[in-house]
Each structure stands twice: as C-alpha cells, then as structure tokens.
C-alpha cells in the first residue's frame, strides 16, 4: 500500500519561509511524476509546482520565483521550498504523485496525500 506523508506546514508571518516535505512509503517500483498541489477554503485545488517525468518543473504563475520543487529519488521524498511567503498562500497543500509499484509494474496510479495546513499571516 503506498502512502504520501506531507509535513512541514504551520503558520508563519507575511515574508517568511516554510519547506513542506511528502515522503512516500509502500511497494514502489519508481515515482514518475510529482506536484504539489494547495486549495483554499472555498476554492477548487489548484496546481502549484510539478516535476514531470522527463521535464523540468513549472510553476503557477503566482508563485513562480518565490517557490520550489525539488525531489530526492533516493530517499523517496519530494519538497517545495516556499519563500516570501503571502497571505494569499494560506491553503492547505497536498503531494501528489504517480507511482509504479511492484505490485503491477505495466501502469502507474494516481496518489495523494491528506495535506498539511500553510497559513500566513499579514
């Protein structure tokens, strides 16, 4: 069973800095792609940063220059640096994922973890 544990939310003030991490367990064979995705309350989940698999990362616009993606194969977890952080970043922000397991190695899946709460104060 493969599970995304993200960690690394809080709350901090207009300005500041936070690094979320997503460590992934389970049967993996490989992890393709990866993204953090945020969703305020009210509105719909909105992608933020992604690594595709045989790309490089891209950003939404609004944080493009103040946030990074980055992702230790190895150690199976993927980050995003969040710097100068703004009161419209408040959201909680999910890992996801799509893995290949051991389990079936001719596809990948979809998974996501349960989120960790961003809030940032003005």
């Known amino acids: 069973q493969v599970q995304l544990v993200e960690s690394g939310g809080g709350l901090v003030q207009a300005g500041g800095s936070l690094t979320l991490s997503c460590a992934a367990s389970?049967?993996?064979?490989?992890?393709?792609?990866v993204a953090w995705y945020r969703q305020a309350l009210g509105n719909q989940r909105e992608l933020v940063a992604a690594?595709?698999?045989?790309?490089?990362?891209n950003y939404a616009d609004s944080v493009k220059g103040r946030f990074a993606i980055s992702r230790d194969t190895d150690k199976k977890i993927i980050y995003l640096q969040m710097n100068n952080l703004k009161p419209e970043d408040t959201a909680v922000y999910y890992c996801?994922?799509?893995?290949?397991?051991?389990?079936?190695?001719?596809?990948?899946?979809?998974?996501w973890g349960r989120g960790t709460q961003v809030t940032v104060s003005s």
């Open positions: 996801h994922a799509q893995i290949t397991t051991h389990d079936d190695i001719r596809y990948q899946y979809d998974y």
């Open positions: 389970g049967n993996i064979l490989s992890i393709n792609s």
């Open positions: 690594i595709p698999f045989d790309g490089s990362a």
